[in-house]
């Protein structure tokens, strides 16, 4: 059923197809699209949010492709559309796996019926992540077949494999691109029409209710099947050996993964590499492990260095091998200090280790470059989050307080001069972490910040948890009606869905009441001496009190008429510059000066202003 | 022959739309074509690099360092950030303007546009410096500046595209109303560089 052999596939290959210049992300949506996907769900994540939206943007209305409120629920819906034999694929970003493993662990054991891949997008760096977590590793974990390819071509390709896979097991499984398969752009060839997938229907059985007994047999079937699947990927055309002329001769060895294996290819490619003997060994399924393939890799060599990113996965799948059949091959990588244990690679890393391991010359040193500007990520010029947290910040001035964050555009609210964010562990922690710190420490006055979106993904149960146990804090929402840092997605208190529909806005002052937090005020935070009298008499409460701050974020609203300074009344303060920290004013000529094409309009700067220098809008 | 192009600006300032039609343009040739961008955590402000890569023989997303035949700077100390991708006696195509990023206002870090040009100067094959701002108010928008780049990197004559491949491009990607005034920035871009070559541009500076 694999890449090959089966029918879709043999489309792709030999059938009418067309040129497209296309992102990672764009090519898993086409892919699955291609490959008759009936169902699609998720959560936006850095660097996974595109696919989905590809999917909507190019929907002919046979897909239903939902925004779930948060990962474990995008995994459950789709686990019930793949009972009813739907192909589905359902996209998160690694971290928000760690938010589906509830489901994605038992579902392992269940199984499914329609063919369902989860997208676990990694992000090496880590770019724009908590974590680097591996999900190669998960994908061990939870005995999941996982897909990673190397190119946004090989993704395209490996979306109908990772289905047929699916089906032909009754299990879900994983592709796992990084940031550079999905945020890379390529010329590619993709077919020029889907597929259709059938969906048969759900019967009933008592397979699809899971019980310690039926737990017992499956695990011993799950353990069954994993080295026939790793058997079955040996052969599977995207891992691969590559070796030159006389192959006997050659005694070491390269074994790659995902992009490593693209800088590794334009390592050797160099004409510095020309001339090289080496094995080189491509792995695009890391688990299960195709065991046989590596060991015709590791047969005549005496040493292996493995380029790969994240977790020494493929290195330790090596050292079994070599364990496990007395080989005596040295296996080097990151359990070997060769290869760097956190961060991205890149073609100079890469070639960096290889040009050691193999003898040739070290790559140029980069020449020295004057000092340049650093350019941390700011809150946008008209950020109504910097009102929000400038009003919290004055109205607790000369009190003791905490401010703890959470994962979103306002945790650019750490930054100075604003200095907002004390905490930020995870999506919904705030609220949660705010807590925590109010029983060990009462006599601080103790915040949560937390955006709309996050508040319906995992805020409501830290909010249930702060009323029920008495927590005395003050929850801070900021809704800017978006879900901001990811690019704008629709959640449940905007009414918009991805079908196009809309429906009954989710209201958050209403979810607080029903939870019993009384008296939510929703304040325009661009009114600085309201929106800080709001915080005052909020944080006087005793018990869980809580504050809607509503504005919507610039990138959905038209610009307000900008800001100007009058230079005969601006003393040269900096008070805007340093209290604030917005992007569009800088010192010009000892003077402060709004950048026209930046400023907002939003107005705080002229109310922080002592002389009354800033002046514009209607 | 493989090409590599770096495109280094400002989050904003239109870098990514320019590789994207120097990629169309490309592929409209039946190039092979790769792009990667390496984007901070903000939309606006943080440093953007566009990596644009043509041809047979490209593996990475991102183009290797001592690799690029040009650099487009969208701004002077972007540009500098980048010179390692450039290759020996690669070309340098950049924008005068200096952004200063909000740090820069808040104190902890200055510098001089001048400055950084000199040092593109003495580090690059060739220079070509261009007035962004003013092509951009002679067109009407800010937002033009990308095109303009991309005039004056074909005129500096590394781009292996011709205008004519560039202008259809930006008649495929970009929407109906600002063809025109894109049209009028790609020639203009072009132009400055031109003036510059027969030593007529340098006296902004």
Known sequence: MLYGQSESIFVLREGIVMQKFLMGNEAIAWGAIHAGVNLVCGYPGTPSTEILETVAKNNDGSIYVEWSVNEKAALEVAAGASYAGARTLVTMKQVGLNVASDPLMSL????????????????????????????????????????????????????????????????????????????????????????????????????????????????????????????????YPFNHISCGDHPEKVTKGIAAGGVSYEYTRETLGRSDAS????????????????????????????EVMVIEELDPVIERELLILCGKFHLTVTIRGKLTGDVQNAGENSVES??????????????????????????????????????????????????????????????????KPLDMVDTCLCMGAGITIAQGLGHVEPDVKHFAFIGDSTFFASGITGVVNAVYNQADI?????????????????????????????????????????????????????NLAIATEAVEKAAAAKGVSAIIFKYPCIAVTKPLPAFKINRDDCTGCKICISELGCPAISMNDMKAYIDPSLCYGCSICAQVCPCKAIKGGR | MDMNFILAGVGGQGTI????????????????????????????GGCVVSHVRIGENVHSPMVPKHSAGLIIGFEPAEAVRCLPFLKKGGVVVVCSKAIRPVTSSLGDSSYEAAAMISFLETNSGKLIVIDGDKIC????????????????????????????????????????????????????????????????????L
């Open chain 1, 108 to 235: 392992a054991y269940v199984g499914i019926n329609g063919g369902m891949v989860v997208v676990t997008a990694d992000d090496p760096g880590p770019i724009s992540s908590q974590t680097e977590q591996d999900t190669r590793h998960f994908a061990q974990f939870a005995k999941i077949p996982v897909f990673d390819p190397s190119s946004p071509e090989e993704a395209y390709a490996m979306m109908a494999d990772a289905f047929a896979l699916s089906e032909k097991y009754g299990i879900p499984v994983f592709l796992r691109p990084t940031t550079r398969i999905c945020h890379g752009c390529a010329s590619m060839e993709i077919a020029d029409r889907k597929t259709p997938h059938k969906i048969e229907g759900f019967e009933k059985d008592p397979k699809w209710t899971i019980f310690p007994g039926l737990s017992y047999q499956n695990h011993k079937q799950i353990e069954a099947r994993t080295p026939v699947i790793g058997s079955e990927f040996s052969s």
């Open chain 1, 275 to 302: 001339g090289t003997r080496v094995k080189v060994m491509k792995i695009a399924t890391p688990h299960p492990f195709p065991e046989k393939l590596a060991l015709e890799f590791l047969d005549g060599l005496t």
């Open chain 1, 350 to 415: 890469v070639q960096t280790v290889l040009h050691k391991y193999l003898g040739l010359p070290a790559p140029d040193r980069d020449e020295e470059l004057p000092k340049l500007p650093v350019r941390p990520p700011v809150l946008c010029a008209g950020c109504p989050h910097r009102a929000s947290f400038y009003a919290v910040k004055q109205a607790m001035k000369g009190r003791k307080a905490v401010f703890s964050g959470d994962i979103g555009c306002y945790t650019l609210g750490n930054a």
């Open chain 1, 474 to 526: 003050t929850i801070i929402i900021l809704d800017n009606s978006t879900t901001a840092m990811t690019g704008h997605q629709p959640h449940p208190g905007t009414g918009k869905t991805m079908m196009g529909n809309i429906s009954d806005k989710i209201s958050i002052p209403a979810i607080l009441e029903a939870i019993g937090v009384k008296d939510v005020p929703a304040i325009n935070p661009m």
């Open chain 2, 17 to 44: 739309l320019a590789s994207k039609l120097l990629a169309q343009a490309a592929m409209a040739k039946g190039l092979r074509v790769r792009t990667a961008e390496t984007i901070g955590m903000a939309q606006r």
């Open chain 2, 137 to 204: 108010s002679d067109c009407g928008s800010p937002k033009v500046l990308n095109v303009a780049l991309l005039g004056a990197a074909f005129a500096s004559g590394d781009l292996g595209l011709s205008i004519d491949e560039i202008g259809a491009a930006i008649r495929e990607r970009v929407s109906a109303a600002y063809i025109e005034m894109n049209q009028k920035a790609l020639a203009a871009g072009a132009r400055a560089a031109e003036a510059q070559a027969s030593g007529n541009g340098r006296n902004f």
